[in-house]
């Protein structure tokens, strides 16, 4: 019989699920809202319904070997979702324990969002064959997963892999975390919209930007006023690309991986963010570095990658 | 029969080899210049001479089981020393295959001096048990390993971990790689000489340190000012602490290890580095890694740590 794996991602909106084959084909998918949810507890017994739903027509014909769970805030050691401030679930959220007394599958395991994404890479995308590679997730925030030597690192705490709370700046822009300048508040979505409106304030060239108010203006609109020519949405990319890649060399000066794949709504916009983040990287990068590391953009199809990063973990963990 | 290792440490100026039991006893020291030998042959000639005279008393006694190297732009993948700055070797200098040609042990191998450092705090020191923690080498350069799940950190190219090559500041002061504001220009002891006459043309305050020229000024003395209260000093102190914590806190990011310990000179300052050191990691830490991360000197006596460190590959590799 085939086999297939459960992969869940929970997102700060909806909660995404997928049946996953080893060749990476998605054989079922289903969802379900995250926030609707008030409490851990009926979102727990609501997510086992939905995978009990899905996997009910598949009985007989493949057989389900385990449940990956990709999560803000997850855990790997200790199978819990921890203080995740997108979600409604407070304090330490026991995820795994939770499905392990309700399902029997020999590998029931999460992580974080970026790690599953890494893992996706691995298995399913273009880090196949890689021992050494980051993941970088730029969204509505920056996420990242590391592999060393062919395995995820997740640290002493399991929370390894925050290069979004790296810091460019300690006196720079306010972050989310609390704290200032940290890599997030400049290479996410919202970060290229604070650039545009930084650079609006200290360049005089005449902008289509200029007529869009902070609340409207998105990552998308400065994609294409960029590839429209506009000097400012312009300039927006290229000073993303100067501090990506500044913090991409300290990254490498770290781990020295084979290959660094970006994914997420900003790597979608291709060369305007690719260029500049080589280039850039390249600047900074400590000789023995120089032209070694590929940048390149995820092969994991938007849509699906978390779901096949989510899956990709229980495929990873029966090695 | 015991049996023990032998460690060479090729220093810019002197290549120290010991006969280290697997309890970190050196049974036996020899060392020779490394600069007065013009060219890669002639010196690695004089080396395995120096290797044959100083196991030959220990015949039938001991048993040598293997040969561990940390050297300048040691890697651990290719054996080889590759582009050292410091030493007279120009290029790729394959000593791990000039060694095997003439010695018959189990285990020859090479890596940097700094990782190398950072297996002999696992083997002998105070990462005993350990599988998540970073070495740093605080001395006339910045060095760096770091250990992920029990096992070196080598990299896609065996040049991983040069953290002392991180960016503080793009902008920032000249660094012996080509490049400006790496975290060594601030952070090593001719760093924090620099940050003196940086203070000193800063402030008004009276030092000490006002009436010593550049060239006289040593990190000793430094120390010294600051013991007796000198506000110079003791800002400097505080200057390289700030820096040197913020690093710390994007390298926890990256792989948040359980410990960091620091080694060599300025680590030898004790509380008035580790102080401001540990406060400014803490302030500038995501709040996920707060508090769980020690920030420790090493157990490496500092006179055997780098013929201990070199000798721990050996061990380290037999498993």
């Known amino acids: 019989m085939k ?9 700060g909106t909806n909660t995404i699920l997928g049946i996953v084959d080893l060749d990476g084909n998605i054989l079922k998918r289903n969802s379900m809202p995250t926030k609707t949810k008030a ?4 979102y727990m017994t609501a997510l086992v319904d939905l995978i009990k739903e899905t996997i009910e027509p598949l009985k007989g014909k493949v057989e389900i070997i385990g449940i990956g769970v990709g999560a803000p805030n997850g855990n790997y050691y200790n199978g819990t979702i921890e203080f995740a401030p997108n979600l409604n679930f407070k304090g330490v959220v026991p995820v795994v324990d939770f499905l392990k007394e309700r399902f029997e599958y020999e590998v029931i395991v999460l992580t974080n969002d970026a790690n599953a994404a890494a893992i996706g890479e691995m298995i399913f995308g273009g880090a196949k064959g890689m021992k050494d590679f980051i993941m970088i997730t730029l969204g509505t925030g920056v996420g990242s997963g590391i592999v060393v030597n062919g395995e995820m690192v997740y640290g002493h705490d399991g929370f390894a892999g925050e290069m979004g709370h790296t810091i460019v700046d300690p006196n720079g822009r306010d972050c989310g975390c609390g704290r200032r300048g940290c890599l997030e ?14 650079l609006l304030s200290e360049m005089n060239e005449p902008s289509i930007l200029r007529s869009v108010s902070f609340e409207d203006l998105s990552a998308k609109m400065i994609d294409k006023a960029a590839c429209d020519g506009d000097v400012i949405a312009k300039e927006a990319f290229d000073y993303t690309g100067d501090i990506l890649g500044l913090k991409l060399a ?10 660094i794949f970006l994914f997420g709504g900003l790597a979608q916009a291709g060369e305007l ?20 590391v590929k940048v390149l953009p995820s092969k994991l199809p938007p849509g ?6 989510s899956s990709a973990l229980v495929w990873k963990e029966l090695g």
């Not at 086999?3 to 997102?11: E, L, R, S, T, V």
């Not at 699906?304 to 990063?309: H, P, R, S």
Request: aromatic content about 10%; hydrophobic content about 40%; overall charge negative.
């Open 3 to 11: 086999k297939a794996a459960i992969g869940i991602d929970i997102g």
């Open 39 to 42: 409490d851990y507890h009926s």
């Open 185 to 198: 508040t400049y290479t996410s979505a919202p970060g290229i919209k604070r650039t545009v409106f930084e």
């Open 250 to 259: 300290d990254a490498v000066a770290h781990t020295s991986p084979e290959a």
């Open 273 to 292: 963010i690719f260029e500049p983040v080589i280039h850039y990287m390249e600047e900074h990068l400590l000789n023995i570095y120089k032209n070694k």
């Open 304 to 309: 699906d990658a978390a779901v096949l990063g």
